[in-house]
């Protein structure tokens, strides 16, 4: 059972002489919250929060983020000691199940994981009907919300009763669907998974091996794609995180509700930052712009730009997943004797816009975006893939936010309310008379 809230005083609202006492929750690492659940009911008023800056949608045991510290913590792990000790399977299986696994635990997991890593061989002819130019996010958030279809058990097998083999499924088959959409952009015969491997070298392979060479699976690559998936698992109630608990709270199965945080996670503002973030340096780098120019852009009120890959709605400190991130991007471009001039302006960028009072004064810092890309391109994965990098990273996070709030006992269906400003009335006319 989760925790439950901390009572930790009230909050009294007078609103035309009315006097309303709301409770007020504390968290388990000190934040507080004001349960307005009564607000309409005894005022009338409903709260305008755009964004949802500042509502809190659930009480969760999964993951803390305190945004002015930097700070992340999986089920009281700090994100540093997982990114550095751990797997990426180890960390799902924390994210999820709520402990890291025992070796037994972590071995089962495995072999569960290559008995689900195949797709049903009918599902490659979706593959063959998309358009070289389709973008694989697009095609991932199709092909697994049709996974409920070649695997009905799914939808009516107790996701909870049999959540281990629900898990690895999900886990193994977006792995291979991911795989199978890369070597369909590029025209490649698939590569099928193997039980010889582990979860990330599996990846790697069925990604750049080919009938017509070998591909020698480097460690150190295998390590920093554990680590960047780690980065990447779970960061409490993001964007997309929230769309699949929306679309949980509907009674819509665990594919359609991923599916549906796939496409959340695709925007330019979320997930599709990194591809943002290659674009960006890339256009500096082909332009000649000086780091000063986009700074400048940037900051302007009138243009559209900003610098990709930098601020975030939760972090007025350093994004510790950035930090982490730049040591291992750094660390693998060294391993494999590559030196990218995106990173030495990426570098350039983050040094001028720490130093610029415009994102000091408003707390702008890299996030896991910023530097995640550079470290892909180095393994090779193109920059239309890298959302889907993040994709495969999330989805433990999905899952356990999803079964998190499938088992919480306060949660409802998501549907929250608005101000209306439109017409206040008018008498409808026919047609004929228009
Ligand atoms: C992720 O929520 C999560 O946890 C997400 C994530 C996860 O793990 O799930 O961490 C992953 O999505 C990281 C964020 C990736 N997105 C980007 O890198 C896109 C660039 N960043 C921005 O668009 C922006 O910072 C957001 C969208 C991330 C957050 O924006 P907010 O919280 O809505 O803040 P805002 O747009 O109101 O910005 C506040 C001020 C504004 O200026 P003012 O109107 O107050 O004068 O800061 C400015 C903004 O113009 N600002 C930026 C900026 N980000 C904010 N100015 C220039 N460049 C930027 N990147």
Known sequence: MRTNKKEAGAADFTFEGKRVSFPVYEGSRGERALDISALRRETGLVTYDPGLVNTGICSSDITFVDGEKGLVLHRGCNIEDLAEQCMFLEVAYLLIMG?????????????????????????????????????????????????????????????????????????????????????????????????????????????????????????????????FLILHADHEQNCSTTVVRTVGSSGANLYASISAGICALWGPLHGGANQAVIEMLDTIHESGDSVAKVIQAAKSKDSKIRLMGFGHRIYKAYDPRARIAKKACKSLLEHLRLSDPLLDIAVELEEAALRDPYFQEKNLYPNVDFYTGIAYRAMGIPSNMFTVIFAIGRLPGWIAQWLENSRDAEQKLMRPRQIYTGIAQQVFVNTKDR
């Open 99 to 227: 402990k890291l696994p025992t070796l037994d635990e972590q071995s089962k997991f495995s072999s569960l994981m290559n008995e689900h890593s195949l797709i049903h061989e009918d599902m490659q002819h979706f593959f063959r009907n998309y358009p070289e130019h389709a973008h694989p996010m697009a095609v991932l958030s199709a092909m697994v919300v049709s996974l409920s279809s070649f695997y009905p058990e799914m939808d009516t097998e107790s996701v909870t009763e049999r959540i281990d083999n629900t898990v690895a499924r999900l886990l193994s088959k977006v792995r291979t669907l991911a795989a199978f959409s890369y070597k369909k952009f590029i025209g490649e015969p698939f590569v099928y998974p193997s039980y010889k491997l582990r979860y990330c070298e599996n990846f790697l392979n069925m990604m750049f091996s080919s009938p017509v060479h070998d591909y020698i699976i480097d460690p150190v690559v295998e390590k920093a794609l554990n680590l």
